[in-house]
Every structure is written in C-alpha cells, then in structure tokens.
C-alpha cells in the first residue's frame, strides 16, 4: 500500500512539472513577457497549493468526526458495559474508519441486549403482580428502574415459573375443596352463613383469593362441615335403628315402611327432621 502510494505522489509531481512546462511553453509562443509569467507561475503555485489545503483542511475535519463518533460510541457503550454488567470489547489493530464501524455496530448490538432485557424485566413483572394479586404474596424484590443482570433475569423467571405452579396448584385444590364444601352444605341443607363462605360458594372461582390463609380457612370449614355431617349421620343412625325397632314392635307394614325409605337413606337436614318427628309421633302414641 505505501509503495502504491509512493508510485501515485510521483506520478502527481511528474504531471504538475509537465504541466508547468507546458503553461511556460503556451505563454512564451503568446509572448507574455517573462514578468508576467513569473506571476502566472506563483498563480498557478497559489491555486494548486490553495487546492490541497482545502482538501487537507476537509480530510483533518472529518478525522476529527470520527475521532468524535468513536468517543461518543465508547463513552455509550461504558455506560451500556456497566448497566449489562459484560466486559468491555476490545479492538486491536484495526483503522480509525473500521473502528468506528465497529464501536457502531457493538453499540448497537449492546442497545438491542439493554432493551431485550427491559422488555423481558416488564413482562415479568407484569405476570409477577397478577400472581401476587390472586394469591396475595409479595411482589419479587428487584429495581425495576435498571437494567437486570442475567443472573436476575434468571432467578425472576424461575420464581414466576415456580408461583405460577403454585397457583395451579392452589386453584385445583381450591376447586377440589368447594365441591367438596357444596356437597356438604346441601346435604346439611345450609345455606352460607359468613361473608367468607359466600365468597366461597357464589363468587367467581377465578377471583377468589388463593392466599394460605383462603386455603386455610377452606379446609377448616369443610372439616366443620364434614363433622357437622358426620354427627347428623349418626345420630340419623340411632334414629333410623329406634324405627326399624318399632316397626318390628309394631308390625308395620311393608308397603307404609316404604312411603318412609326416603327418610332411612338419606341424611338431610329435611330427612333428619321427619325420622325425629315420626319417633315423637309413635312415642306420644
């Protein structure tokens, strides 16, 4: 390259001597007096020299331009180093022009990463904030301002991905125990009684709050429900044992034991009181 360089300066000198020459040449064949072509020469001097710095003057204004470009990229890509927490890239011999192309390129590959990451941080905390709504837990402790390591990013998604298993979890046991609780309140024939138990049975299942605490609370009451069933069941037990007893004693006939059998296989709240009414009846008899 500098040989090539070196051929074209010489080349450059050798056409501006012929030319000299050629102008002394034409103006002695015009008969310019030799004063005057004194004074041609320094003008085409002056022009020729005018020419080159000017150009020199436009080559040193746009290598500060890109000094400045790459200064500018450098001090961005500190900045985005920082924020990303990567390590910084190194360029090793290479030229100013392809420097800066490569400080441009890199910054732009470093904003694309900044805003990969934000867009990622959003949407995770978008999805963290209805999970703690449904399920009433705090929110994952990270600064939603800056820009998230991949360390963070990671330890996010794996707590998102972790309660949004819990959540599922939580719904199919919450499903599983209000069917359970309905079976309940219509075999007691109950109706709900605490706002908490209205909530559970009439509202929405997808807006019911899946909080340990809901959770709790439902498995106690099903567990009440359950003993409450239980105990009318057996005391429904010895009832319908008293009966059969004075069906025996009495010789009660088949056919108006079985406008009864209703009343000696279920267990409602309804059937519970017709076995305790007919007792009172036939004892009173």
Known sequence: ?????????????AYLNRALVRLQ?????????????????????????GLLDLMIAEEEELKKRVLKSIESCRKELSILYSELQMAPFEEDGCSM???EKNCRT?????????????????????????????????PFCINQDSVPSLTQLESYRAYVDD?????????????????????????????????????????????????????????LLLGQLQNR???NELLCSGYRTKIQELWERLQIPQEDREIFSEHMINTKKRNMEAVQTYLLIYNFK
């Open 106 to 138: 890199h910054l732009e590959v470093m904003k694309e990463h900044k805003k990969q990451r934000m867009e990622e941080l959003k949407g995770l905390v978008v999805k963290d904030r209805e999970l703690c709504d449904v399920m009433c837990t705090t």
């Open 163 to 219: 309660l949004t298993k819990e959540k599922e979890h939580r719904r199919k046991e919450f499903v599983s125990i209000k069917k359970e609780i309905i079976v309940c309140m219509d075999d007691l024939e109950q109706q709900p009684e605490t706002s908490f138990e209205t909530d559970v049975i009439c509202e929405d299942e997808e807006a019911f709050c899946l909080s340990n605490d809901n959770i709790a609370a439902l498995k």
């Open 25 to 49: 040449d034409i103006w002695e064949e015009i008969g310019i007096p030799e004063e005057q072509r004194l004074q041609r020469t320094n003008d085409v001097h002056k022009h020729i020299k």
């Open 97 to 99: 022009l392809q420097m």
């Open 229 to 231: 069933k239980a105990e």
């Open 1 to 13: 390259m500098l040989r090539r360089l070196e051929v074209h300066a010489a080349e450059s000198v």
